[in-house]
């Protein structure tokens, strides 16, 4: 009779290599989506290949962080970051999640960085599932996912030192009267036959965003979260089983991601062309789509949003005027690729918010978006990449009675000048280098691994 420990060790032994050769097939999968015209790959060019592979990086980094965590033992990580960048993600955003099970209790608590401002402003959300995960923009369907709560700085109640903590469990306790962020939400749903049910969403996510506005002066919080019960406690040592399950998670978040992105861009978005035959593009080419609100696609639940698509030549500019009735909590305007990935926001301008930007006498903000420097303060730099996403954001805690407004022109870029406001100041080279020096050392800050 053989050895049972032998026999288990070469169970384990195939299980692991099973699960890793599944990874890898997903790994190469998702691969496919980088050139892949059937799954909506942006049109080819070197430059677009090149981020499209490193885009498919990212989100491997990402994954190994995701699959190894434990809702039970969880802590904070970036769901964006320089190396791991998607979604249209915002320059003036850190994005933080922790996975937990929308059963059990968690505190969270939070302090600004020693000496430094806080962000600007932060919300935290509980949503039941991960933007993505299912691999297909089916999950954009109603009902497929839904916050438990959602609390950001206009009700955050924070001590005179600026520390803050938050209670997260499915119901509030009797007697209750912090901060709280609920796990669990009931929503009504219509049925074919006319009917309404109620569907019941745990929580397996606690999501973070913390927007800058002074890039010079803002920092990260300082942030912990802990299960109520765990404190002291240690989690199971890791098995096979779970090694094995955690390498399947990875190569199918990372083929799912790559999917769903590419699906979402090209089909409710029509960036590449009109889908639905109404003979325009949601993400319009040289202009804006109006302001609205895309909570239902995941974005954050506060924000209103205006995107479309650049696409100019070397000597071609957008002017977008922008005229906002209603002071938000948050603004700016920032450029990516056609990945979704943003534009390299640290050593280059492609991004401007409600401290950085300039208001002409009139009230409008008017900013130019061009692949060269045209000496206005509003400038936002393409990197030099002919197409990719334009992207304004509002944060608004309540629904303002009216939205912000815009209007975009293509002109060339010498006649610039000629259509802007009298006064509308010049930025020479040196108070540019100061600009991008600032920005710089802020993103070194935001996004240390120390």
């Known amino acids: ?22 990874l890898l097939a997903r790994l190469e999968a998702a691969r496919e989506a980088i050139d892949d015209p059937k799954l909506h790959a942006p049109p080819p060019s070197a430059r677009t290949l090149a981020e499209g592979y490193r885009y498919l990086l990212g989100f491997v980094y990402g994954a190994i962080g995701r ?20 979604t249209i993600d915002n320059a003036d955003a850190v994005y933080l999640y922790a996975p937990i099970d929308g059963s059990e209790r968690y505190v969270i608590r939070g302090r600004p960085a020693a000496g430094r401002k806080p962000p600007h402003y932060v919300i935290f959300e509980t949503p039941s599932g991960y933007v993505g995960d299912s691999g297909s923009i089916a999950e954009l369907r109603p009902g497929t996912r839904a916050n438990g709560g959602v609390l950001d700085s206009s009700a955050l109640a924070v001590e005179p030192d600026g520390s803050f903590e938050i209670l997260l469990a499915p119901e509030r306790p009797a007697g209750h009267r912090g901060n709280f962020l609920a796990t669990r939400a ?3 749903r219509k049925q074919p036959d006319g009917g309404v049910e109620g569907a019941s969403y745990v929580s397996r996510w606690v999501v973070l965003r913390e927007l800058f506005h002074d890039w010079e002066r803002e920092d990260p919080l300082d942030l912990e979260i802990v ?13 096979p089983l779970r090694a094995a399950a955690t390498l399947r998670l990875v190569g199918e ?10 699906e979402f861009y090209a089909v409710p978005l029509e960036t590449h062309r009109d889908m639905n035959g109404d003979g325009k593009q949601f993400m319009p ?9 895309a909570g239902h696609w995941g974005g954050q639940a506060t924000n209103v949003y205006a995107g479309g698509v650049y696409e100019l030549g070397p000597d071609e500019a957008l002017l977008i005027e922008v005229r906002v009735p209603v002071a938000p909590a948050y603004m700016g305007f ?4 056609l990945w979704g990935e943003s534009h390299d926001f640290a050593n280059h301008q492609s991004s401007v918010n409600g401290f950085q930007v300039e208001r002409d006498p009139d009230g409008a903000y008017r900013y130019v978006v061009a692949h060269r420097d045209p000496g206005v303060p509003n400038w936002l730099d393409t990197t030099g990449l002919p197409m990719g996403f334009l992207s304004l954001r509002w944060s608004y805690s309540e629904r303002p009675q009216q939205l912000p407004e815009t209007r975009v022109a ?37 996004y240390r691994q120390y």
Do not use: C
């Open 1 to 22: 009779m053989g050895d049972p420990t032998t026999a288990a060790v070469a169970r384990a032994a195939a299980e692991l290599r099973a699960a890793w050769s599944a």
């Open 67 to 86: 699959a190894l965590d434990d809702p039970l033992f969880p802590h904070f990580r970036r769901a964006i970051e320089p190396t791991d960048k998607s």
């Open 186 to 188: 009931v929503r009504r």
């Open 227 to 239: 299960r109520v019960g765990s404190e002291g406690a240690h989690p199971e040592p890791l098995d």
């Open 253 to 262: 978040i990372v083929d799912h991601q790559m999917r769903y992105w590419n």
């Open 285 to 293: 080419r040289n202009d804006l789509n109006a302001p609205n609100s």
């Open 334 to 337: 920032h450029l990516a690729n």
């Open 410 to 446: 293509k002109l060339a870029l010498d006649e610039i000048r000629a259509h802007l406001p009298p006064g509308v100041r010049r930025v020479g080279a040196d108070e540019r280098r100061e600009a991008i020096r600032i920005r710089q050392a802020h993103v070194q800050r935001r």
